[in-house]
T-cell receptor, first 112, second 117 residues
């Protein structure tokens, strides 16, 4: 079974802090993704990565950066957290274009 | 224009009845894929079913089937004999193109399905 693990289920941070969300997958997938989920908006892609050290912007990259130093790990970084980044963050990994993405359990992040 | 449209924000269905969740899509690519995911209240996203644009038959997975009407650009999810455990958010998603780099998905806004005992 594919396992995608996100480091925290719930996280509370303060405005202006640098925040790291970690994601690890155990299926040797090339592709990894970060989404945020907000009520009424569905899931929106923040960043994705096809390989180690490779990254591509998604639909809403502003205020975020990512890091992929190892194939199994994909980190999302909020450079200076703001209240409008309070959201559910979902990490996913995938094996190819016709294969489903597998998701972690999500991190509910609150910025105070 | 929205690439994926789910027009039903919420639905209430009696247990054991069949359910159809609507999804329409917009793309100019000839090759694309459509996915359905289920998200229970616990938050995890569960993959349900996949349909490729060149697949001639509608996809089926157990109680789930996908009513794929290419000319109408619709990919409705049908759940037969609904159960209480089917209560969840359901998302339709699309992947466009087949080239390297086209693995990203565009999601709809979801439908919250509630099964009534």
């Amino acid at each position: 079974d594919v396992k995608v693990t996100q480091s925290s289920r719930y996280l509370v941070k303060r405005t202006g802090e640098k925040v790291f969300l970690e994601c690890v997958q155990d299926m040797d997938h090339e592709n990894m993704f970060w989404y945020r989920q907000d009520p009424g908006l569905g899931l929106r892609l923040i960043y994705f990565s096809y390989d180690v050290k490779m990254k591509e912007k998604g639909d809403i990259p502003e205020g975020y950066s990512v890091s992929r130093e190892k194939k199994e790990r994909f980190s999302l970084i909020l450079e200076s957290a703001s209240t409008n980044q309070t959201s559910m963050y979902l990490c996913a990994s995938g094996a190819g274009v016709n294969q489903p993405q597998h998701f972690g359990d999500g991190t509910r992040l609150s910025i105070l | 224009a929205q690439k994926i449209t789910q027009t039903q924000p919420g639905m209430f269905v009696q247990e054991k009845e069949a359910v159809t969740l609507d999804c329409t899509y917009d793309t100019s690519d000839q090759s694309y894929g459509l996915f359905w995911y289920k998200q229970p209240s616990s938050g995890e996203m569960i993959f349900l079913i996949y349909q490729g644009s060149y697949d001639e038959q509608n996809a089926t997975e157990g109680r789930y089937s996908l009513n794929f009407q290419k000319a109408r650009k619709s990919a409705n999810l049908v759940i037969s004999a609904s159960q209480l455990g089917d209560s969840a958010m359901y998302f339709c998603a699309m992947r466009e193109g087949i080239n390297f780099g086209n693995e990203k998905l565009t999601f709809g806004t979801g439908t919250r399905l509630t099964i009534i005992p």
